[in-house]
């Protein structure tokens, strides 16, 4: 369908993504990111979630005189700070028609205007990173620390323990990590306990090859990044028999104890809120929530 730029009478307004929407929101998506029928898989995950009490289960989309010209993805999560919780919403993918460009920022402003949410953008692309940061979001990661994990020394002795189903039976953590483990395992992440004599440890990781043909993944989640250097030898090996060598770090700077590299200006995150995230926090992501799509 031919677009023509909005007449002064035409109605625009923003709404909340409904089912309906999802065929005219992947071809819209589609025109800026992956297929079409990607964008169908993501927005049928997204459906298939829960989210926190008031908050939009897919995202907005900006409609003019009924017909739909804008969209942006929204994924709402409930996560640990600080020995508390807070609302965390990741903004995924945005997509506005041509001529309705200078609406963009109502369809941003909808997305914002949740009150005490922390908004992360952990994809960006680096032609929209001063959008991004005149939106009001600061890099909480500058760059990113390419470890060989498998190099490192052996940790402590801990066994692990691959979590693959809804089902694994998850025991020794806070329930809460033992969901979210189960969570993205389904979502087609890599989740592991790590059992050492003082505890069992949490991780979870997503896949991200690097410049699409060499094996990589993200670390999503652990409870602190000291965790993974600790027993890196041991997930490394793990990693490495499974035919992934490289694990992406989210960093600021060179971390000690890991065999790697540290690259700067690489893959920042962006945040804005009240509650700064923590590096090794990536759970319910898009880079989670999408990783076997």
């Not at 994990?149 to 940790?155: N, Q, V």
């Not at 898009?286 to 076997?292: G, I, K, M, V």
Request: hydrophobic share 40%; net charge positive; proline share 7%.
């Amino acid at each position: 369908m031919s677009l023509r730029s909005p007449q002064p009478h035409a109605r625009i307004r923003c709404r909340e993504i409904r089912e309906a929407d999802f065929p005219a929101v992947a071809d819209l998506l589609g025109r800026s990111f992956a297929r079409r029928e990607l964008q169908l898989s993501r927005l049928r995950r997204l459906a298939e979630r829960g989210v926190p009490p008031g908050m939009p289960n897919i995202g907005y989309l900006l409609e003019c005189s009924g017909t739909p010209v804008g969209a942006i993805l929204t994924i709402f999560a409930t996560v640990a700070w600080r020995g508390t919780s807070c609302i965390r919403c990741n903004l995924s993918s945005w997509h506005v028609e041509p001529d309705y460009r200078s609406y963009a920022p109502l369809l941003i402003a909808q997305a914002l205007k949740h009150k005490d949410v922390t908004y992360v953008n952990v994809s960006a692309r680096p032609g929209t990173w001063p959008i991004v940061e005149a939106q009001g979001f600061s890099r909480y990661s500058k760059g990113v620390f390419l470890a060989l994990p498998a190099l490192s020394r052996r940790g402590d002795g801990a066994r692990i323990a691959p979590i693959a189903t809804a089902e694994d039976t998850v025991g020794g953590i806070d329930p809460r990590e033992g969901a979210l483990l189960r969570d993205h395992a389904t979502f087609g992440c890599t989740s592991i306990l790590c059992r050492a004599a003082d505890g069992v440890y949490p991780f979870v990781f997503a896949r991200r090859d690097l410049k699409r043909f060499f094996p990589a993944v993200q670390l999503v989640y652990c409870r602190r990044i000291e965790d993974f250097v600790r027993f890196a030898g041991q997930l490394g090996r793990h990693l490495a028999v499974r035919g992934v060598a490289c694990v992406l770090v989210d960093a600021n700077g060179p971390i000690p104890g890991l065999r790697g590299r540290y690259v700067d200006g690489k893959m920042p995150k962006f945040f804005r809120g009240n509650h700064i995230p923590r590096q090794g926090d990536l759970a319910y992501t898009n880079l989670a929530l999408f990783a076997n799509l």
